[in-house]
């Protein structure tokens, strides 16, 4: 008697819709079955949100849901054209991630100043030997991107004594544009990245921009991978005109065992987990369970992306 | 024309105490020296806190200083019973180190909750491997240590969303007494020794008290490392019935090399260095100096240690 179907892409690990019992058919997919589930689906919920099924499914024909939910904060891999052009709504998981990626920032701000990698390493070696490290009260930080994730690394970094300036795409109150990004960076002891990626913000951070920051800056990426031309952040690395840097996320994931990345010095890679705190899947499943509640009365849904900004504005 | 003589106890790194020129004579001392030189001294000042030369030449005949300061916030090792019986007044480094140890204790806490050591060791292993880790908002933290020290890592940890508990010796507005300690351990994610040295707290961080600790819990000392019956907290780490530790401070410093604790599974080792940000020891003469001009002026020294309880009450 289910009224709906609703095609989830991606099962691992397996999500709980347990709400949807009786109301809904979920159909689990993956790139092979996606383009025959797709006609018949109400619903796509993208649960394994570093598919690129979708970009090979959609353009085909036949019917498309009339709403797409993807369990990420970033909707760059569901920007194609022809769902841009459509009348279907996507909607996405802002909110879930913003106090797990502001704690992991402010965890690697934290581990810089003090030096742990240092400790961790000479402690490796057996070795005894005392550093000064940075007071991080009173330094500077620049937070690109004011979403709510952008908003939670700036306020926690405030609640640490830290002066921040939150850059986004253009300047209104208490943000900066970023046409003002160049002049903000010389001052930064801290940049962190968190922007969405869109044609506006792709390689923004590149030779030009590290080569504005101070040496003893550090850099951080919790964004997405294409924000940063690595090649050139390797470089000011190697070359020391940056003090460190830590990227949670890659052009390509899971970063190749060959990348150069790995054991360049002074940058610490972690695997795209900077928001995935104890219980993370089960807050997506119930949040998209929220807004299957709302889409099965008729009302609007929350977490409305704007298709041509490519991200939940306001 | 000086018209005081200033012995200084220690001189690596030397110390600057400009604004003394012209008004005392400043004698730089070590272990050999210092009997010599204590009988003709105004006041001592403790720049090498970690030595143990004023054990040996305390006792001796002759005139003692009327003032000695130590620049440290511990006193442990100046509470010889000579000089707590005597009329000396005996002053530390209260309020240096607040800010930078609750730092360093708050990057130690949010390095555990997000296992950026994991993170180092998979990254040297070139092993992309996600892991769910801790949301630090809402768990719960014990402090033992009411000091300013124990006070400013409260209060990060506070900010950072944590529920903290401080335990001080006895109960009053705010803080719980060291009897209800017991009690609190089970149920706490964190805990933090920062407590001074006395016959009270020695040895406090025992079996017992590790068997009161969840399996899921961390300890840090930041205190002193007597505090700690280190050989008990090994055997906790390697049973598995605490999840982690860190420890700042020794009970022989440096660390012998070949100490078990060097690769305890769980353990971090640094060099008693969380709270010397750069600039550190310009704060320390800074203080003394400050102390230095109210005792020239006859008016009442600051961070007068109380030397039966063994640190500046109130």
């Known amino acids: 008697m289910s ?3 609703v095609v989830v892409l991606g099962d691992t690990p397996p999500v ?7 109301r809904a058919r979920v159909q689990v997919s993956d790139a092979a079955s ?15 949100f570093q598919s690129d099924a979708l970009r090979d499914a959609w353009p ?13 904060a970033g909707v760059d891999r569901l920007l194609l054209p022809d769902l841009v052009e459509s009348e279907t709504v996507l909607t996405n998981a802002r909110g879930v991630f913003d106090q797990p990626i502001a704690e992991y920032v402010g ?5 810089f100043a003090k030096d742990l990698s240092g400790t961790w390493e000479l402690q490796r070696q057996r070795r005894w030997r005392h550093r000064e490290t940075r007071r991080l009260a009173g330094t500077r930080a620049v937070v690109v991107g004011v979403g709510p994730i952008g908003r939670a690394i700036g306020e926690l970094l405030r609640a640490l004594g830290v002066r921040v300036e939150w850059v986004g795409r253009t300047a209104r109150a208490g943000v900066r544009g970023a046409d003002e990004l160049p002049d903000l960076l010389p001052d930064a002891d801290w940049v962190v990245c968190a922007a969405p990626l869109t044609p506006a913000t792709r390689g923004m951070f590149d030779r030009a921009a590290f080569a504005r920051m101070a040496p003893s800056a550090y850099f951080v990426n919790v964004g997405r991978g294409p ?5 050139e952040l390797r470089a000011a690395l190697l070359e020391r005109r940056l003090a460190g840097a830590a990227l949670d996320v890659f052009e390509q994931e899971p970063l190749a065992s060959d990348s150069a990345l790995w054991d360049t010095p002074g940058l610490l890679v972690s695997p795209h987990m900077s928001g995935d705190t104890v219980g993370w899947r089960d807050d997506l499943a119930r949040q998209f369970e929220d807004n299957f509640d709302r889409w099965a009365a008729g009302e609007p849904l929350f977490n409305v992306v704007d298709k041509r900004l490519g991200y939940v504005p306001g």
Chains 1, 2 share one sequence.
């Open 3 to 5: 009224e709906y179907t």
């Open 16 to 22: 709980r819709l347990d709400r949807l019992a009786g």
């Open 34 to 48: 996606l383009p025959a589930l797709l006609p018949g689906a109400d619903v796509l919920l993208v649960w394994d």
């Open 60 to 72: 085909g024909s036949g019917p498309r849901p009339g709403w797409v939910h993807t369990a990420s």
């Open 107 to 111: 965890a690697l701000v934290l581990a």
């Open 227 to 231: 924000l940063v031309v690595t090649d």
